[in-house]
């Protein structure tokens, strides 16, 4: 069956060039939601564990309940809100602060541009009110940036309305808050980092998404996708290959069969603009839900080894690779 090989030694090359720009490996939250974006909650979090982070960041409690024991903290981005020692919270609007728990450790999330998530500006005031009259533990103020991997200033504006938010914390009195809006693309172009907490997915994974005028951190792919034999024949030219015979053979060639598809989460594209996989061969004809085939004979085969270069070729982005695999699909630490 097809698997996936997670390369141990690039996974932690990217944690030291994040932690060079954060000055501590203390100060990474390892994002691991979908999946850890495809590469395997819970060996993921193993990995950064062993490492040395002490902070994850996952979707729901579910995850959260899988890997508790290796992390200090667990920031819940979107769930019910109960009390919990190490579970903290993301409060998205004020009508979850009357729904939460009391006694939960929170961390409020504000919008100041992304418009997505977070309660407004105009609303902190009420909502840091809220929460003490809930009695929830503010433990957390944070923020999203919508365009850091973009060459624009709309980084620096948010950032601005970001520190009016930090100010109104301050005065109205909260302690022990921890502050955080970076995401991979805000600390890959920062040349300062003042705040207590950076919030890393695609980085740690092995992918730098910012244009080439910014300084470039050299990151390395972590995850690769490979394919296994399933069979081998012979086609002599004028021969079709797979659903609408779209791939037509020129010439007498041996053509495979490998057990990866679309039903893997490997994505279908146009077959009329053949993939070319990281061993540079083609894929023939459509992706069927099970199945490509390619003109080889190799037992197995490296579908992908990198998912940016991967998505160019398949018109979308790294994300939607790798986050796309399914979870049956072996990984394999080397």
Not at 18 to 37: C, F, M, P, Q, R
Not at 124 to 136: C, D, F, G, R
Not at 156 to 167: I, P, R, Y
Not at 312 to 317: A, G, V
Request: charged share 25%.
């Amino acid at each position: 069956m097809a698997f996936i090989k997670i390369n141990k030694e690039n996974f932690y090359h990217n944690l030291n060039q994040i932690a060079l720009k954060t000055g501590s490996k203390e100060k990474i939250a390892i994002v691991l939601k979908d999946n850890a974006y495809g590469h395997g909650l819970t060996l993921m979090a193993k990995l950064a564990s062993e490492f040395g982070i002490k902070h994850a960041v996952v979707r729901k409690t579910a995850e959260a309940q899988q890997i508790e024991a290796l992390f200090e903290t667990i920031l819940v981005l979107g769930d019910s809100i109960i009390k919990h020692d190490k579970y903290h919270y993301t409060i998205n609007s004020l009508a979850e602060i009357s729904k939460a728990q009391a006694g939960a450790k929170v961390e409020l999330k504000v919008d100041t541009g992304m418009h997505r998530n977070g309660i407004a500006m105009h609303e902190v005031e009420e909502a840091l009110t809220s929460i003490s009259q809930k009695v929830l533990e503010l433990v957390g103020v944070m923020t999203h940036y919508r365009s850091a991997d973009e060459l624009s200033s709309e980084l620096f504006w948010q950032q601005k309305q970001f520190e009016s938010v930090k100010e109104q914390v301050r005065k109205a009195g909260f302690e022990n808050v921890r502050i955080h809006s970076h995401n991979s693309a805000a600390i890959l172009r920062g040349k300062i980092f003042s705040e207590d907490l950076v919030r890393v997915g695609i980085g740690a994974y092995g992918y730098n998404e910012l244009p080439h005028p910014f300084d470039d951190t050299t990151l390395k792919p972590v995850l690769s996708l490979h394919a296994k034999k399933v069979s081998t024949r012979v086609l002599t030219a004028g021969q079709r290959v797979g659903y609408g015979g779209d791939y037509i053979a020129a010439k007498k060639m041996t053509v495979s069969t490998y057990d990866i598809g679309y039903g893997d989460g490997w994505c279908r594209g146009d077959a009329s603009k053949a993939f070319i996989t990281a061993e540079a061969l083609a894929i023939l004809g459509r992706v069927s839900m099970d199945f490509i085939s390619l003109e080889s004979e190799k037992e197995e085969i490296c579908v992908m080894n990198d998912a940016q270069e991967a998505a160019k070729q398949l018109q979308t982005i790294s994300y939607e690779i790798i986050t796309a695999l399914h979870t049956d699909i072996e990984r394999r630490l080397v």
